[in-house]
């Protein structure tokens, strides 16, 4: 059974519009969250995270929003840049133990 | 600049070959990760360790093995290579998850 789900295989975008990327969680044992973003033959690079006695974080072009009744978060990216093409992966973790569990990700794809 | 890194970054193998996945990080970080990962498919954490001669497996059941008798190394042994083995293997380090986990490049095995 799937603890984290990215509904979306993929997504695309104009160059310049805002890209959101969603991210559903059943565990309501997880207390902190984390996005990565990965390029084919590259290893997953760590964008951003939130603890979940926040709703909101943001940096730069990205913000992550959190809502905890739902079991939701979202992941902004505003504007969207072509170099920004490239799976995204939500993860989820407790800090009962150091080690998060993945979705499937979401292939993002800004058109120039 | 890299600061954990992976050999190698390819491989094809024959069927009962034994093979070592090396992995090996410059931050001192006592927390190590493998996981695997099939194309369009989620992270799956396959070995962690949280320091010097410890060593746990992961939510995936796996027949590799690991060792880690250097903070900074930690290979990934199959000692008998199988088709149902081909897939990408990601090694990952982190100081704390919540600030996130710095992976390698991968290792992209083919067993034929």
């Known amino acids: 059974d799937q603890q984290v789900k990215q509904n979306s295989p993929s997504l695309s975008v104009q160059e310049g519009r805002i890209s959101i990327l969603n991210c559903d969680y059943t565990?309501?044992?997880?207390?902190?969250f984390l996005w990565y973003k990965k390029y084919p033959a590259e290893g997953p690079t760590f964008l951003i995270s939130?603890?979940?006695?926040?709703d909101k974080n943001e940096d730069g072009r990205f913000t992550v929003f959190l809502n905890k009744s739902a079991k939701h978060l979202s992941l902004h990216i505003v504007p969207s840049q072509p170099g920004d093409s490239a799976v995204y992966f939500c993860?989820?973790?407790?800090?009962?133990?150091?080690?998060?569990?993945f979705g499937p990700g979401t292939s993002l794809s800004v058109i120039p | 600049e890299a600061d954990i890194y992976q050999t190698p970054r390819y491989l094809v193998i024959g069927t009962g070959k034994k093979i070592t996945l090396e992995c090996s990080q410059t931050?001192?970080?006592?927390?190590m990760y493998w996981y695997q990962q099939d194309p369009g498919m989620e992270l799956h954490l396959i070995h962690y360790?949280?320091?010097?001669?410890?060593?746990e497996k992961g939510d995936l059941s796996s027949e590799s093995t690991v060792s880690r008798i250097r903070t900074e190394h930690f290979p990934l042994t199959l000692e008998s290579a199988r088709p149902s083995h081909t897939s990408q293997y990601l090694c990952?380090?982190?100081?704390?998850?919540?600030?996130?986990?710095?992976f390698g490049s991968g290792t992209r095995l083919t067993v034929v």
């Open positions: 565990n309501s044992m997880f207390d902190y």
């Open positions: 360790s949280y320091g010097v001669n410890s060593t």
């Open positions: 931050m001192g970080h006592d927390k």
């Open positions: 993860a989820a973790g407790s800090t009962s133990y150091d080690k998060v569990i």
């Open positions: 990952a380090s982190s100081e704390r998850v919540y600030y996130g986990y710095t």
């Open positions: 939130i603890s979940s006695i926040k």
